[in-house]
């Protein structure tokens, strides 16, 4: 796979939001979910629930709105890292560059520090973790069964609601 995050073809597209998909679904935050749509630009091909752009409440103490953020940047995590790996793994079969990776973490270092006030060593142990065990999820072969039937599914689609996600993606909860 090129060292780049940008989509080469419509092919390349479905399996980026199947991956996306799937590390939703594997961080089990497929709640935040709403819609998928493949003829969106690339900012607004998922669609969250409003609860999503949570940005504080006076009310929550300053703890539980720290959690609240910290678990939507693992989602973001979880997704942008399933984009890479599904690419890489199920399309084209092949390892991520290290140039490709190196990327990522430039942007989830950047994501993480504004977002979560995260130092970038705290944000490496993050996304070194979730980056290995995604790496298993996605070399796993029920699992790239999974992502051929779901991205052929959304090419055909073009959109997916949460429960259509959900109806695909729920056998991978069986592996």
Not at 2 to 20: F, R, V
Not at 101 to 115: I, Q
Request: aromatic share 10%.
């Amino acid at each position: 796979m090129p060292a780049t995050l940008k989509y080469t073809d419509e092919s390349d597209k479905c399996y980026g939001i199947t991956g996306m998909a799937i590390g939703l679904v594997i961080w089990n935050a497929e709640d935040i979910m709403a819609a998928i749509n493949l003829d969106a630009g690339p900012a607004d091909v998922f669609e969250f629930v409003p609860e999503y752009y949570f940005c504080g409440n006076p009310r929550i103490s300053a703890k539980n709105s720290w959690s609240h953020v910290l678990k939507h940047y693992q989602a973001t995590m979880g997704m942008l890292i399933g984009n890479i790996l599904c690419r890489s793994y199920v399309l084209h079969g092949t390892h991520p560059s290290k140039e490709t990776r190196a990327k990522l973490l430039v942007c989830l270092d950047e994501e993480g520090r504004s977002s979560c006030a995260l130092e970038s060593d705290e944000v490496e142990r993050v996304f070194n973790r979730s980056y290995a065990y995604l790496e298993k999820v996605f070399n796993h072969p029920g699992v790239h069964a999974v992502a051929h039937d779901f991205a052929k599914l959304l090419k055909e689609r073009r959109q997916m609601s949460r429960a259509d996600m959900m109806e695909c993606l729920g056998r991978i909860e069986a592996l």
